[in-house]
């Protein structure tokens, strides 16, 4: 993939230390910002929907689900860095919590059918916690080898996949109401088919996309705000990955609710972004709903 740069711009992060430069043409808009659409979008769409989780969509009180959200949040702290300043610092503390969220809801996956502050396997916080730091350690071995990093993400992901499908389609199947196929069936959809196709087009096409976005850019300036010059599919990407994300975190929370008997209902905060709301009960008043 290849990136050009306007001649006129100081390069103020130069040179650049990722290992990766994305598809959006660099200091377009800014001399102090590389990938001004890239940035923007990771910090509304990734960071916001971390933030709006860990506060708003953990209704069971469990500090796993802060865990996974925070880690959302993360992820969407690193991709503003790197898309800013294209420098390996950001590109680590983008992907590193990438790994870590698949661990985490896989953890949350497994732990779904636990009773209320009682772990099920009380082992396997120390296996994830190996699981991570092997991680740590490999993807700083590599750090410049962006494929095997890719590889590592996508086997969590596709781990994922199975865990979901058994965790909604499996042997408890009958357990699952509505939100749950709710949040699954928009995981799926934003993430899968969505936003990896966008990636791939991303990542094989950006020479062609960019030729069509720069070389429009004079004949869109009366049809688009000044600031939208240069946007790329990119920005699409993270708010779905990012959403079908937030679905997978809510939708093993949902099921939780479910394994816990305690009622809930589907609400949407600020009118758009999707929340299970608990419906007050004796469970409210449990002294233990801040376990792990």
Same mark, same amino acid.
């Given at each position: 993939?290849?990136?050009?740069?306007?001649?006129? &711009?100081?390069?103020?992060?130069?040179?650049?230390?990722?290992?990766?430069?994305?598809?959006?043409?660099?200091?377009?808009?800014?001399?102090?910002?590389?990938?001004?659409?890239?940035?923007?979008?990771?910090?509304?769409?990734?960071?916001?929907?971390?933030?709006?989780?860990?506060?708003?969509?953990?209704?069971?009180?469990?500090?796993? /689900?802060?865990?996974?959200?925070?880690?959302?949040?993360?992820?969407?702290?690193?991709?503003?860095?790197?898309?800013?300043?294209?420098? @390996?610092?950001?590109?680590?503390?983008?992907?590193?919590?990438?790994?870590?969220?698949?661990?985490?809801?896989?953890?949350?996956?497994?732990?779904?059918?636990?009773?209320?502050? $009682?772990?099920?396997?009380?082992?396997?916080?120390?296996?994830?916690?190996?699981?991570? !730091?092997?991680?740590?350690?490999? &993807?700083?071995?590599?750090?410049?080898? &962006?494929?095997?990093?890719?590889?590592? &993400?996508?086997?969590?992901?596709?781990?994922?996949?199975?865990?979901?499908? =058994?965790?909604?389609?499996?042997?408890? $199947?009958? +357990?699952?109401?509505?939100?749950? @196929?709710?949040?699954?069936?928009?995981?799926?959809?934003?993430?899968?088919?969505?936003?990896?196709?966008?990636?791939?087009?991303?990542?094989?096409?950006? =020479?062609? !996309?960019?030729?069509?976005?720069?070389?429009?850019? /004079?004949?869109?300036?009366?049809?688009?705000?000044?600031?939208?010059?240069?946007? /790329?599919?990119?920005?699409? @990407?993270?708010?779905?990955?990012?959403?079908?994300?937030?679905?997978?975190?809510?939708?093993?929370?949902?099921?939780?609710?479910?394994?816990? $008997?305690?009622?809930?209902?589907?609400?949407?905060?600020?009118?758009?972004?999707?929340?299970?709301?608990?419906?007050?009960?004796?469970?409210?008043?449990?002294?233990? +709903? $801040?376990?792990?």
């Amino acid at each position: 993939m290849t990136t050009t740069t306007p001649s006129n &711009y100081y390069k103020f992060w130069e040179p650049h230390s990722s290992s990766i430069d994305f598809c959006e043409t660099n200091y377009l808009h800014f001399d102090t910002i590389v990938e001004f659409h890239n940035t923007w979008s990771s910090l509304l769409g990734i960071a916001s929907l971390g933030l709006i989780g860990a506060i708003w969509n953990n209704p069971t009180g469990e500090k796993r /689900t802060v865990l996974a959200y925070s880690i959302l949040g993360l992820i969407g702290v690193g991709s503003t860095g790197l898309h800013l300043s294209l420098h @390996w610092i950001f590109q680590a503390s983008d992907e590193l919590p990438m790994l870590y969220m698949n661990n985490c809801i896989s953890f949350m996956v497994f732990e779904v059918r636990a009773p209320f502050g $009682k772990p099920k396997y009380p082992w396997l916080p120390y296996l994830f916690a190996l699981i991570t !730091i092997i991680h740590t350690v490999v &993807y700083y071995r590599f750090r410049d080898r &962006y494929v095997i990093f890719f590889f590592v &993400y996508a086997g969590g992901v596709f781990t994922l996949l199975y865990q979901g499908y =058994n965790l909604i389609l499996g042997r408890d $199947k009958h +357990k699952r109401g509505h939100v749950a @196929w709710y949040f699954a069936s928009r995981s799926v959809v934003t993430f899968c088919l969505v936003a990896f196709p966008v990636w791939v087009l991303d990542m094989h096409y950006c =020479n062609f !996309i960019l030729d069509i976005v720069d070389n429009n850019n /004079t004949a869109m300036d009366g049809l688009l705000l000044p600031l939208l010059r240069g946007i /790329t599919p990119h920005v699409l @990407w993270h708010f779905c990955a990012a959403f079908g994300t937030y679905c997978a975190i809510a939708c093993v929370v949902t099921c939780r609710m479910e394994e816990l $008997k305690i009622p809930f209902q589907l609400e949407y905060f600020m009118g758009i972004v999707p929340i299970t709301v608990r419906i007050n009960n004796d469970h409210d008043n449990n002294p233990q +709903k $801040k376990q792990l």
